[in-house]
């Protein structure tokens, strides 16, 4: 560690060593948006972090489980521009998305998306077609208008944008609160599959759906990256993110998505998200929230490792090359 920022879980790092597990603090926040305190979100969830047990039960044993972990410096960017802004962050994170290393990032408004997908591009599992890649989104908005106040990049069209990126495939859990044009684009790409709240939770014949769509996670198959923005989770657990809403998913409907995807016999997930955290001033439990599913995710992609998911994904290409810079949202997102 060569700052003086808190650590994830408040373990002490060893800055030389070789990482197996990466915390990419991204306080990104649109700067045309109302300041709705998701830039500090990352610091306060990696402070919050340091009150949650490192016991994991999938484990038997604390966290890092003889793994190294790393919390890197937050992001930052000078650039003038937001695509130049959206470039930085993929040079960024490019080099934490080739393999070798379980990359979670801490958002930051959920805009943080594409450029995450985007360098996930040089992942030996995806070879440059984000075609490959599942995204599970858990959400309670669809993220998928075409834009928001003339911003195509605003966090309510992360889902959107990943899907130009060439994401092959989007679950979405959790959505109750989206437009007429979120709904049309959710029925006519093949692509997306939204699991409504409405649908998964009771009283609308929720338990049996909620099972439907568990198997429908244990059945992925090939990479996977999760994003999660913690606005999936019911409202009044997460009441300082954002927008909260009401009718969302427990604390245990989403360590079940996490660790179902986690050990689904034959997908990998190759990286993950928890964004859209902001700290909570009351009282911690926006902030704790949001570190107890990083904590999850973290814990649930060890077990993963040591049942043989992980070396799958990362064994595709042997010394990948991180590429020259590129410019993908500066020269629009087909590019
Ligand atoms: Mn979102």
Redesign the pocket.
């Known amino acids: 560690m060569e700052h003086d920022l808190p650590t994830f879980l408040g373990l002490s790092e060893d800055g030389d060593a070789a990482p197996d597990v990466v915390i990419l603090p991204l306080p990104y926040e649109l700067t045309t948006s109302y300041g709705q305190g998701t830039a500090e979100g990352p610091i306060a969830c990696l402070e919050a972090s340091a009150q949650v047990e490192v016991y994991e039960t999938l484990l038997g044993e604390d966290l890092p489980a003889g793994l190294t972990f790393r919390t890197e410096a937050p992001w930052s960017s000078d650039a003038g521009s937001l695509l130049e802004q959206l470039d930085d962050m993929e040079a960024f994170l490019r080099p934490w998305c080739v393999g070798d290393v379980f990359p979670l990032a801490l958002g930051g408004e959920?805009g943080i998306?594409p450029p995450l997908l985007a360098a996930l591009r040089d992942h030996p599992a995806i070879e440059g077609d984000l075609g490959r890649l599942t995204v599970v989104?858990i959400?309670?908005?669809a993220?998928l208008r075409s834009q928001l106040d003339d911003e195509p990049y605003s966090?309510?069209s992360?889902?959107a944008r990943a899907l130009d990126l060439g994401v092959g495939c989007l679950i979405q859990v959790g959505v109750r609160a989206h437009s007429f044009e979120e709904q049309q684009r959710i029925n006519e790409d093949a692509r997306i599959t939204t699991w409504f709240a409405r649908d998964v939770m009771a009283p609308y014949g929720g338990e049996a759906n909620w099972d439907s769509l568990i198997q429908m996670l244990n059945s992925v198959e090939g990479p996977v990256h999760l994003?999660f923005?913690i606005?999936?989770l019911d409202g009044t657990l997460v009441p300082a993110t954002g927008t909260p809403v009401p009718g969302g998913l427990t604390f245990w409907h989403a360590v079940q998505v996490i660790e179902t995807l986690f050990s689904a016999p034959k997908a990998t997930v190759i990286s993950a998200d928890v964004?859209?955290i902001a700290r909570q001033e009351d009282s911690p439990l926006t902030q704790f929230t949001a570190a107890m599913l990083a904590t999850k995710i973290v814990g649930a992609h060890v077990a993963a490792r040591r049942a043989g998911q992980w070396k799958k994904a990362a064994s595709g290409r042997a010394g990948v090359r991180v590429p020259m810079f590129r410019r993908t949202f500066t020269n629009g997102p087909s590019n």
């Open positions: 959920h998306l989104q959400d309670a908005h993220d966090h309510a992360a889902a994003t923005d606005d999936g964004n859209e």
